[in-house]
């Protein structure tokens, strides 16, 4: 099946640190979407983005939708502590003889934040 | 502050035994997925629903996992008989898909927070 490759696979983050991790993928995506999970809960939508280049921010998060459609990243400026836990990108494949999308995500396999000891 | 719930929580069972999970998807909402997460596999789709009809369940093993949607507050994953294969966190997510032509639906999924099942 289709997959998405999300790295790193995991980080550790000193407080003020600036983060970066990225999704990319063969297929065309017309939407990216980046989560985050903290133990025991279901994932939290941070950031979605719909069209090819779009940056869009929430707070200290940014993420873009690459030009070509196949990547996404995300960026967490000046992180805290309570930036652990593991981020997920989503993407919905472009399906264009099907009036666009088929409605369901595929996910990334988490990138996890956790503090440097 | 509308959000997806889920019961039970936790579910500890023996194998061979029914589970049921239900889903309430947030109010006005088209689309419910079930997901299965799990630390070698990540989040996998099992199943999932638009406007109440089943849109694609090949996620699931057929012979014991079954999917449905008895009304729009309402969506069920039962496992008959359990295994102990089956120990994960499953995942009810709901969203609104909006148009259909031309570029796609948006679909942003809004997670509940999950039932953590072990069969023993």
């Known amino acids: 099946g289709q997959q998405l490759n999300q790295s790193p696979q995991s980080m550790f983050i000193q407080e003020g640190e600036d983060v970066s991790m990225n999704c990319t993928s063969s297929?065309?995506?017309?939407?990216w979407l980046w989560y985050k999970q903290d133990p025991g809960e279901g994932p939290v939508l941070l950031i979605a983005?719909?069209?090819?280049?779009e940056l869009t921010s929430n707070g200290r998060l940014t993420a873009q939708f690459g030009i070509t459609r196949k990547d996404s990243f995300l960026n967490i400026s000046a992180s805290i502590p309570s930036d652990v836990g593991i981020y997920f990108c989503?993407?919905?494949?472009?399906?264009?003889?099907?009036?666009?999308?088929?409605?369901?995500?595929?996910f990334g396999k988490g990138t996890k934040l956790s503090v440097k000891p | 502050d509308a959000r997806v719930t889920q019961t039970p929580r936790h579910k500890v069972t023996e194998m061979g035994q029914e589970v049921t999970m239900r889903c309430q998807p947030i109010?006005?909402?088209?689309?419910v997925f079930w997901y299965r997460q799990t630390m070698m596999q990540g989040l996998e789709l099992l199943a999932y629903?638009?406007?109440?009809?089943?849109?694609?369940d090949s996620g699931m093993p057929k012979d014991r996992f079954s999917a449905e949607m008895p009304d729009a507050t309402l969506a069920t994953l039962k496992i008959q008989p359990s295994e102990p294969r089956d120990s994960a966190v499953y995942f009810c997510?709901?969203?609104?898909?909006?148009?259909?032509?031309?570029?796609?639906?948006?679909?942003?999924?809004?997670f509940g927070p999950g039932t953590r099942l072990t069969v023993l």
């Open positions: 997510a709901s969203g609104l898909v909006r148009g259909t032509s031309g570029g796609g639906g948006y679909n942003e999924q809004f």
């Open positions: 629903f638009r406007n109440r009809a089943p849109l694609d």
């Open positions: 109010l006005g909402h088209n689309t």
């Open positions: 297929s065309i995506f017309n939407t």
């Open positions: 989503a993407g919905q494949l472009y399906y264009p003889n099907y009036g666009g999308s088929q409605g369901n995500l595929i």
């Open positions: 983005l719909y069209k090819a280049g």
